[in-house]
């Protein structure tokens, strides 16, 4: 063959690839941080597009594929679901044989039935594997209400349904808290402990720091991800890499707060303090956490408190949670039971026991019915006590109350990647690609949505998730929030620059969101920093959804934007915990570690004098607005807190406060890109005379003091 005819045949293949990953969602190029569009390479798009399930073979095969996506949606009477928005005619499309009749209607959550009306509609026939077929367009009327519907189609006999989501055309929670701010902590929970801490962090300490800063003025409380980590040590110590977000982590409980506890025999009740005690020393050390330590002993002391009897009362009230969370519960608990029989990797999660479904996982669900019910039930708890803790946050007078974190994904081989196994991709991990403070990107391991049968699904497990950790929030920070627009997936086996973004149905993904957190009364705040389109935050703002601003990020081509041109719509913040506590941060502690850990990509004496030159025109700002007294005469203290104080002149609505910037800790709490380089997320909360407990920070300096300046400057504004 002439080398002219390969070469064709070659550039074919290349567009045929190019117009295929299109037409998926995949894609073929992206910008990067530093502007320049870089092409993805055939590789990278045959990768992903096996990982959705589509063949990518020779030209032959690409070009069946290609018209598989064509004929898809002819094929199906009604598509797998609808989302639609709260007050607008929604129009949708069915396809029928030609010339056939059919009618459309939505049966609401409540019973009552709408009718849709069929509009006109002129596109031609397609033959669909020899059967000519129309498509007729219908207007599903505007009064239908939020929620959650069935749509309904009949076809001269054939029928068919699919869900109906009705979404907010804008959050309601957004519109109320309009016009009035609040300042809040953010804190990572299992840092902040008391003297009655099991060495890490627990849902009453939880409920003692909403109270704390809720009666100081707060509005909220923004804490970690609380999902749920292995059912038994070791666990894993990142909260962004869980075995699932749906579920809450045993960890977090309180022990002496479990009304059974007040029933244990005497040996019960001093073996429970004998382990507590154990753990009860390890608070007032600043040395690294160690979860595997105080979630064993906190393991044996609930299996005691198990073995106590539940009175008629709780009973019913245990039994009623179970009914609620249904499947799901039990798919989780039958997981927790089996991890706990079978080691990670085990041959059995790839045969007898690879889904819930199978024989020998229906066989366990009797033999380990026990241990099923003891993690039930650990859910059950978990549950009370975050219900406690919003409890206690409202009563202190917060408007908002505690605001829970979603992760972007799970971990593999854990209750989420086994239990929706039909929902996720295969053969990709998500991450991000390089920018400035990550050069070389980042692999964050985690199976993402597959969008096809996630939408395939009706979105219940989106949906299951989200009402679950909304049930006592006042809110929830959805990490990484772009993720619900385009996720950067990466081929197993690739480097993390070796990716490609896949466009998910934003649409309906944060629209399910607004609809769940309008039910649960609660606010969306959006992790919207990194590589994003131009429209993106404005989509955001016009459902409601508040935005991130970090004021280290917050500049444009002429240097740091003033405060008015800050986001009204947004939570805004001094720092972020990607990055080092604001004292470290002003010391350049970031740029120090990344050089430690190689993953800087020019020369340090460049990282250096760019962070300085960046931080000191903020402080420049400062100055100008007289928050700050000339160079020469500032120290650390002064510093944070003017940095504070500059975030109360900005219109946002919410200002957050981290808890390690109020107490003067310089050390990092995960240095992103990294795994065991560094000891992520084990950092305890302490300050430059030691750790700091929840006892004694009502009166820690540092702690009065930043508190002093965001409510002072607040009021100097009324």
């Known amino acids: ?64 594929s290609l018209a598989e996506a064509r004929l898809a949606p002819w094929r199906r009477l009604l598509p797998p679901v609808a989302v639609a928005r709260e007050g607008q005619e929604f129009h949708l499309n069915v396809h029928v044989p030609h010339g056939s009749t059919v009618s459309v209607w939505v049966v609401a959550e409540d019973g009552s039935r709408y009718e849709a009306t069929q509009l006109e509609n002129w596109d031609a026939p397609v033959d669909v594997d020899g059967v000519l077929t129309g498509r007729a367009t219908f207007a599903v009327p505007d009064r239908v209400p939020l929620g959650w519907h069935t749509l309904l189609a009949d076809n001269e006999g054939a029928s068919a349904r699919c869900p109906l989501v009705v979404t907010p055309r804008r959050l309601g929670t957004t519109e109320a808290l309009a016009g009035r701010r609040n300042w809040g902590l953010t804190a990572q929970l299992y840092s902040v402990r008391s003297s009655r801490s099991w060495g890490i962090g627990d849902f009453a300490d939880l409920a003692d720091l909403a109270t704390i800063t809720g009666q100081d003025g707060a509005g909220f409380l923004l804490v970690n991800p609380l999902h749920a980590a292995e059912p ?5 110590d990142s909260p962004y890499l869980p075995m699932t977000r749906r579920f809450f982590s045993p960890l977090y409980l309180r022990v002496e707060e479990i009304p059974e506890y007040g029933y244990l025999d005497p040996a019960g009740r001093a073996e429970v303090e004998r382990l507590a005690s154990g753990q009860h020393a390890v608070n007032h050390s600043a040395g690294l956490l160690d979860r595997n330590t105080s979630y064993g002993a906190k393991l044996a002391a609930l299996e005691l408190v198990f073995g106590v009897p539940r009175d008629p009362a709780r009973a019913g009230a245990f039994a009623d949670f179970c009914t609620e969370q249904g499947q799901g519960l039990d798919d989780f608990a039958l997981w927790c039971a089996l991890a706990e029989k079978l080691a990670p990797g085990a041959p059995q999660w790839a045969a007898e026991a690879s889904t819930p479904e199978t024989a020998y996982c229906r066989e366990q669900r009797a033999l380990l019915a026990g241990r099923i019910e003891f993690h039930r039930w650990l859910q059950w708890l978990c549950d009370q006590q975050l219900e406690a803790a919003q409890r206690s946050a409202r009563a202190s007078g917060m408007e ?9 994904g799970v971990k593999p081989g854990g209750a989420d990647d086994w239990s929706l196994a039909g929902v996720l991709a295969r053969g990709v991990t998500v991450g991000a690609p390089p920018d400035m403070f990550n050069q070389q990107g980042q692999n ?77 009364g609660a606010i969306v705040i959006g992790e919207d920093l990194g590589v994003f389109e131009p429209w993106v935050r404005d989509y955001l703002a016009g459902r409601g959804i508040f935005g991130t601003s970090i004021l280290w990020f917050e500049h444009d081509a002429d240097g740091p934007i003033p405060p008015e041109r800050y986001r009204q719509q947004c939570l805004t913040s001094v720092n972020t915990h990607d990055l080092p506590p604001t004292a470290g941060y002003l010391a350049g502690d970031h740029v120090t570690l990344r050089e430690s850990l190689g993953l800087l990509r020019r020369p340090i004496e460049v990282e250096r004098a760019e962070a300085a030159a960046e931080q ?33 002149l900005t219109p946002s609505s919410l200002l957050g406060v981290a808890l390690v910037d109020a107490v003067g800790e310089t050390r990092t709490q995960n240095q992103p890109g990294t795994s065991t380089q560094y000891p992520n997320w084990r950092i305890p909360l302490a300050g430059p005379r030691g750790p700091v407990l929840l006892d004694a920070l009502q009166d820690d300096p540092g702690f009065r003091s930043l508190v002093g300046t965001m409510k002072t400057a607040l009021h100097q504004q009324v």
């Open 1 to 64: 063959m002439a080398d002219g005819m390969i070469h064709d045949n070659e550039s074919v293949a290349a567009a045929l690839l190019r117009e295929l990953a299109a037409a998926h969602g995949v894609g073929t190029s992206y910008w990067g941080w530093d502007g320049v569009e870089r092409s993805v390479s055939d590789g990278t798009l045959r990768s992903v597009l096996a990982a959705l399930g589509v063949p990518a073979g020779d030209a032959d095969g690409m070009e069946r």
């Open 616 to 648: 000191q025109a903020v402080l420049d700002l400062l100055q100008e607005r007289g928050l700050l007294p000339g160079p020469g005469r500032q120290n650390v203290q002064d510093t944070v807190e003017a940095l504070y104080a500059f975030t109360t």
């Open 400 to 408: 908002i109350g505690i605001i829970h974190d979603l992760a972007v």
């Open 232 to 236: 038994r040590p070791p666990v894993e």
């Open 444 to 520: 964050w391991t985690q199976p993402p949505w597959h969008p096809a049968r996630l939408a395939e699904s009706g979105y219940a497990a989106y949906r299951d998730m989200l009402r679950t950790v909304l049930r006592h929030a006042g809110g929830i920070r959805v990490d990484h929030i772009l993720g619900l627009f385009r996720l950067w997936w990466i081929p197993e086996g690739a480097g993390p620059g070796e990716g490609t973004y896949v466009y998910y149905d934003h649409e309906a993904l944060l629209g399910i969101l607004a609809l769940e957190a309008q039910r649960a």
